[in-house]
C-alpha cells in the first residue's frame, strides 16, 4: 500500500505512527497511535469510556488522514496520538515548527473529537542538527539497499529526528537486517553523539 506519509491508549487499541503509514493496512497495530507507522515502539493505552470499539476505529482513521495531510510534513518530522475517550492526546517531536499547531487545529475540526492535548515537541533550530540531519538521510536513504524505502514514497517511512546532535530513527522498515543497517549508517555520520533505533520490523 503506498500511501503518502507525514516520519502519530480501558480498552487498549493500538497506536499508529505517521512514518509506519504505507504498511500501515497490512500491519496488525500496536499500542500507541502513531502517525507514522502501523505501531509505535512504546505502546500506550486508549481509553474507550464514551465510544465503542467501532466508533473508535473510525476516529482513529479520521484523525490520522487529517495529520498525514498536513503540509510541511517530512521525514525529519514524527507524530502520534494517542486517543483517550473523545480526547486526542497529540505526541512526537517536529523539526517545522508551524506544525505543532497546525496538527492541533486539523484535529479539532474532526467530528467526534472533544478536546485535543498538545504535546508535541518542536525541535529547536542548530546548524549542527541541520547538518546531521541531511547527512543522515543521505547516509540512508542513498545507499543502494535502502532505496526500495524511497522511490515513490511522497514521504518515506524512515523518520529521522535529531536533537543535541542524538539521532532517532522512527518507522518502519521490512527486515532486522535493514533496521540495524540504518542504525550502522547513521552512526557512520560525522558529529552524530548516539543513534536510538525505534524502527519497527513490519512485511511490506
Known amino acids: 500500500?503506498?500511501?503518502?506519509?507525514?516520519?502519530?491508549?480501558?480498552?487498549?487499541?493500538?497506536?499508529?505512527?505517521?512514518?509506519?503509514?504505507?504498511?500501515?493496512?497490512?500491519?496488525q497495530p500496536?499500542?500507541?497511535?502513531p502517525l507514522a507507522g502501523p505501531t509505535s515502539g512504546t505502546q500506550s493505552q486508549m481509553s474507550s469510556e464514551t465510544l465503542s470499539p467501532e466508533a473508535q476505529a473510525k476516529l482513529i482513521k479520521k484523525i490520522q488522514s487529517?495529520?498525514?495531510?498536513?503540509?510541511?510534513?517530512?521525514?525529519?518530522?514524527?507524530?502520534?496520538?494517542?486517543?483517550?475517550?473523545?480526547?486526542?492526546?497529540l505526541e512526537g517531536q517536529v523539526f517545522h515548527s508551524n506544525l505543532k499547531p497546525d496538527a492541533?487545529?486539523?484535529?479539532?475540526?474532526?467530528e467526534g473529537v472533544d478536546k485535543v492535548v498538545n504535546n508535541i515537541e518542536v525541535l529547536p533550530p542548530a546548524p549542527i542538527d541541520d547538518?546531521?540531519?541531511?547527512?543522515?538521510?543521505?547516509?540512508?536513504?542513498?545507499?543502494?539497499?535502502?532505496?526500495?524505502?524511497?522511490?515513490?514514497?511522497v514521504n518515506p517511512p524512515i523518520r529521522i529526528i535529531v536533537k543535541s546532535s542524538r539521532v532517532t530513527l522512527d518507522g518502519v522498515v521490512d527486515s532486522e537486517t535493514?533496521?540495524?543497517?540504518?542504525?550502522?549508517?547513521?552512526?557512520?555520520?560525522p558529529g552524530v553523539f548516539s543513534v536510538t533505533n525505534?524502527?519497527?520490523?513490519?512485511?511490506?
Open 1 to 27: 500500500m503506498r500511501k503518502r506519509s507525514r516520519a502519530v491508549r480501558a480498552m487498549v487499541l493500538p497506536a499508529l505512527c505517521l512514518s509506519l503509514l504505507p504498511w500501515a493496512q497490512a500491519a
Open 30 to 33: 500496536g499500542p500507541k497511535q
Open 66 to 89: 487529517a495529520l498525514l495531510k498536513l503540509p510541511n510534513f517530512g521525514v525529519f518530522d514524527d507524530i502520534n496520538f494517542r486517543l483517550q475517550g473523545r480526547t486526542v492526546i
Open 104 to 110: 492541533e487545529s486539523a484535529v479539532k475540526r474532526i
Open 131 to 153: 547538518r546531521i540531519r541531511r547527512a543522515v538521510y543521505n547516509a540512508i536513504y542513498n545507499y543502494g539497499p535502502f532505496f526500495k524505502y524511497k522511490n515513490n514514497q
Open 178 to 189: 535493514d533496521k540495524n543497517l540504518a542504525t550502522l549508517r547513521a552512526n557512520q555520520v
Open 198 to 204: 525505534n524502527l519497527r520490523v513490519v512485511k511490506p
